[in-house]
């Protein structure tokens, strides 16, 4: 059947829309195929605007593996914003792809990548406007199979009525198998439908797929077990864990879109995983162990990606750069190899150690020193250890201090707000760490021009983490500490005038908190904040918690669960969480034992340079950590102009 | 604090004209000026950089089209720190950047007036769907009669109310052009209204002409309007045509030998364009 490009349809209404680059597609590196040479079509989409969905990484991988693959095509697709979402309603015109406009309900798979549990509400709105019942029981064999990956997939249970399946962790080999699955079950013509590939996916043990396990409930609202519902499913889905990442060298061609989005930087990824142990981190959590890309793939990564895309900007990504064990080789580097281009280097995430003045003076060598950023996440000493995060006042001090002597003039701290057991005093010591900083930072250079701005977020319980037992902070106690956090600094005149304080309310985070740790009774909820016009929750201006609170009420009126069940409630040891059928590797009783450290204050140090700690991943995933160093050397490049 | 190097002194200055085209249209200033920085880079072209910390590729853009707006005739200028021969940089900058933004040509700037001071006029094409050619003619016609024709537009600083009949110097439909679209008989009527307008503050332009044949005559088109601007330059008192803005920078004299503005009208491309471009949206 030949697909049909929806964009002579779309063309007449983009002059009346923000923005309407965004939908046009034509990104230098973008592609377009055959769609009748393909036997396997995916859609990939994240599930917010352009703006911020096109540099994801997930999806750029993803999108070149795939389309490397013969009688492979895959292309992507965006949340579109509200006026053309009207527009296309008005206009009878579907969810499509930007690279040929395709129809999104024609493809194979839709796979989502959820990096935020905020872009459910956005997932309903492609759905719905592909043409794709909500419901997955719905579906016929003419639908595509809706697939969610990314870290928010870990517990996709508040939207297992909408998803067909799900998968944990990377994604380049899964991709792929579930490609050979479905082409597969094609060359045998499709026997049993729909339900026939499901669960041959499901069989696999590495495809989550909601419809085959039962969930049911104690009557005072806890849930008594998770089944399997059909013969050969297994009880345990398992993440999936790429084991070399200099294999797996993307994105090779990065894709460079006309329109502005929020990273204009070309990232290389330098390696996946953190075993720092930060007890409030998912993402430290599920990504384990730590696997290191080579400084020689790296080198070559950035200079592949940099010729292909023009950018003038690489990012080294990863869950705390700084650690990879050969940092500072590949910073000199790399630095020695772009002096003089005009390309500029940043490290996006930055711990608190003077070791990373050196590497960021490295990669800013003849650049503006203008902000660093570092993140205690706690304000207290005590609190610190509580969540596991080593390092002492006296630390960051001293690592502020030789910012501001090597002329750095404005330091970022990160702090989280509502952690357990925290008390105002705990915020209220933010405000004296951000005094010294500014203290030493005079003391240092004799210059009152110094700047500290404290940036604050409402921490949030994650599945797979130490905390996911633990009551989440009602949001008036966050604004609370908040409010007395921002007075004292307003009424100390000698410092409060270089402290700039960034924060928000605390009611998003809660129902990123319900959102999160939710089962399935809250897809009611989530579709009921759609049906009321809930879009964008990760965006401030369109994020509601008056249309969660009501269509929470109204959803659990006959459970004996509520919307503060789910978020301000500790769990006991036994209580059976939502996500337990899926297995991130992490050791059940380790996490127990260590949401129990994190209440005694008890410290654990990084298994890469001390002994393992049995949190359980690597034997149960059969991995292990790879972390060089390798000895090798940058060596530099010859440059053609 | 360490000081930023000093920028490498521009040898030879580079005038480009480019198209937006096609969806490409759809792009804002600033997403051109981005793609054309990230294209100068790939296509290895040695651009020259400004001074400071932050040092930007020294590259100016003249008269750019509105978001929405496709063009035949946008104009940049680039500083490069070595000497390129004009029609690799034409072919590299061509290739490296995305298929709709098109490098047309490019010259080597000699001295004298700016490209910004010789673009003078524009000359446009609006296509409107569902609207029959008698009522447009209908409308210009009313339009060119008019001494003043006061539109408004609301811009940063509020509404504001002007002429924008002065400006225009020619208006009229694009002969040939205006005709049914598509053959079957669910076509609808189409017409190409074709237009020279001069650059004025504030400045005049085609949805402001639109909004006077509005004024004037009630022209109210059913579907919004495909917008081009066919060419940009000096304008001919005396034919009321436009002649390339770069004739002046070319080495070898146009056709005729005399270098005077009127003469270079032969090897202005825009009328053979024209057609093409409008043909590109059916």
């Keep these: 059947m030949p697909i049909e490009s929806i964009f002579p349809r779309l063309e007449p209404l983009l002059p009346t829309v923000q923005k309407p680059i965004q939908y046009v597609g034509g990104e230098l590196n973008s592609q377009v195929k055959d769609w009748d040479e393909a036997e396997v079509r995916w859609a990939l989409m994240y599930p917010d605007a352009y703006e911020v969905g096109l540099p994801n990484q997930g999806v750029q991988i993803l999108y070149e593996i795939l389309n490397e693959r013969e009688g492979v095509l895959a292309e992507r697709t965006y949340s579109v914003w509200p006026d053309l979402e009207a527009l296309m309603r008005k206009h009878a015109i579907p969810q499509f792809t930007v690279d040929a406009h395709r129809p999104v309900g024609a493809f194979d798979v839709l796979g989502v990548s959820f990096a935020t549990e905020l872009g459910y509400t956005n997932l309903l709105t492609a759905l719905d406007l592909a043409g794709i019942p909500l419901r997955a029981a719905d579906r016929t064999d003419e639908h595509p199979i809706v697939l969610a990956g990314g870290h928010a997939a870990f517990n996709p249970e508040p939207i297992a009525d909408f998803l067909d399946a799900a998968v944990l962790g990377d994604g380049e080999q899964v991709a792929l198998a579930i490609t050979e699955v479905i082409r597969e079950w094609r060359r045998e013509g499709e026997p049993g439908g729909r339900d026939e590939l499901l669960l041959r996916l499901a069989k696999s043990g590495g495809v989550y797929v909601p419809r085959f396990y039962d969930v049911s409930y104690l009557p005072d609202g806890r849930i008594q077990r998770v089944v399997p519902n059909r013969p050969g499913v297994p009880w345990r889905i398992v993440k999936h864990t790429v084991m070399d990442l200099d294999e797996w060298p993307y994105p090779k061609k990065p894709l460079v879109p006309l329109a502005e989005t929020v990273h204009e930087r070309f990232s290389v990824e330098i390696f996946r995983g953190c075993t720092r142990g930060c007890r409030f981190c998912q993402a430290g959590m599920i990504t384990r162990p730590v696997r290191e890309r080579s400084i020689t793939t790296i080198g070559d990564m950035v200079e592949t990606g940099l010729k292909e895309s023009g950018i003038d900007e690489v990012g080294l990504l990863s869950l705390s750069s700084a650690d990879h064990s050969e940092i500072g080789d590949i910073a000199k580097g790399l630095a020695d190899r772009y002096e003089g281009t005009n390309t500029s280097l940043s490290l996006p995430s930055t711990r608190v150690d003077a070791f990373n003045i050196t590497l960021a003076n490295e990669l800013s060598r003849g650049g503006r020193r203008s902000g660093l950023t570092f993140a205690p996440e706690g304000g207290s000493e005590r609190m610190r250890k509580v969540i596991n995060k080593m390092v002492t006042e006296d630390d960051l001090i001293r690592t502020v201090t030789t910012a501001y002597e090597n002329g750095w003039r404005q330091v970022k701290l990160y702090f989280m707000c509502g952690l357990p057991t925290e008390e105002d005093e705990d915020v209220l010591a933010i405000a004296g760490m951000a005094r010294r900083v500014i203290k030493a930072g005079r003391e240092a250079t004799g210059r009152r021009d110094i700047r500290c701005t404290v940036s604050i977020g409402g921490f949030v319980p994650k599945p797979h983490t130490p905390f996911q037992w633990a009551a989440q902070a009602d949001h008036e106690t966050v604004d609370r500490r908040l409010r007395a956090l921002k007075d004292t600094l307003r009424r100390d005149r000698e410092y409060g005038k270089s402290i700039g304080l960034r924060y928000h309310d605390g009611k998003p985070s809660i129902i990123e908190g319900l959102l999160s740790r939710g089962d399935r009774r809250v897809g009611d909820v989530i579709r009921a904040v759609w049906e009321a016009g809930g879009r964008f929750d990760g965006w401030s201006e369109h994020f509601s918690y008056e249309r969660w609170a009501a269509a929470a009420e109204t959803a659990f009126a006959e459970q004996p669960v509520d919307l503060a069940w789910y978020t301000t409630r500790e769990r006991d040891e036994v209580e059976v969480l939502p996500w337990d059928h899926l297995d991130a590797g992490l050791d059940r009783e380790w996490l127990w034992q260590d949401w129990q450290d994190a209440v005694d204050g008890t410290e654990v140090e990084d298994c890469r340079w001390t002994p393992c700690y049995d949190c359980g991943v690597c034997p149960t995933m059969d991995t292990e950590i790879q972390i060089g160093p390798t000895g090798k050397k940058l060596l530099p490049l010859t440059v053609v102009r | ?282």
């Design chain 2, 1 to 282: 604090m360490p000081e930023g190097p000093a920028p490498v002194p521009v040898t030879q200055r580079l005038r480009v004209r480019y198209a937006k085209r096609g969806r490409l249209r759809f792009t804002s200033h600033r997403d051109i000026s981005r793609a054309v920085e990230r294209a100068v880079r790939r296509a290895g072209i040695p651009v020259a950089h400004s001074a400071g910390f932050t040092p930007h590729p020294k590259i100016s853009y003249a008269g750019a089209a509105a978001t929405g707006v496709a063009s035949e005739a946008e104009y940049l200028e680039i500083g490069l720190t070595a000497t390129r021969d004009p029609a690799w940089v034409r072919t590299a900058l061509d290739e490296a950047l995305p298929s709709g933004l098109d490098i047309l040509d490019v010259v080597v700037a000699r001295a004298g007036t700016s490209i910004a001071d010789r673009l003078e006029a524009s000359e446009w094409t609006i296509r409107l769907d569902g609207v029959a050619p008698d009522t447009a003619v209908e409308a210009t016609e009313a339009f060119m009669a008019a001494a003043e024709v006061e539109v408004e537009r609301l811009t940063k600083k509020g509404l504001r109310r002007f002429d924008a009949r002065s400006a225009v110097s020619t208006c009229g439909i694009q002969p040939g052009e205006s005709d049914r679209r598509g053959s079957d008989e669910t076509a609808v009527p189409c017409v190409i209204l074709r237009m020279v307008v001069r650059q004025t503050t504030p400045a005049v332009r085609p949805d402001d002409v639109l909004a006077g044949l509005r004024q004037v005559a009630g022209f109210a088109p059913p579907s919004p309007p495909l917008v081009t601007r066919l060419a940009q330059g000096p304008l001919n008192a005396d034919t009321g045509e436009l002649t390339d803005p770069l004739d002046p920078d070319r080495e070898t004299e146009p056709p005729g030998g005399d270098a005077t503005a009127g003469h270079g009208l032969a090897s202005m491309p825009a009328g053979a364009v024209s057609a093409d471009v409008v043909g590109a949206h059916p």
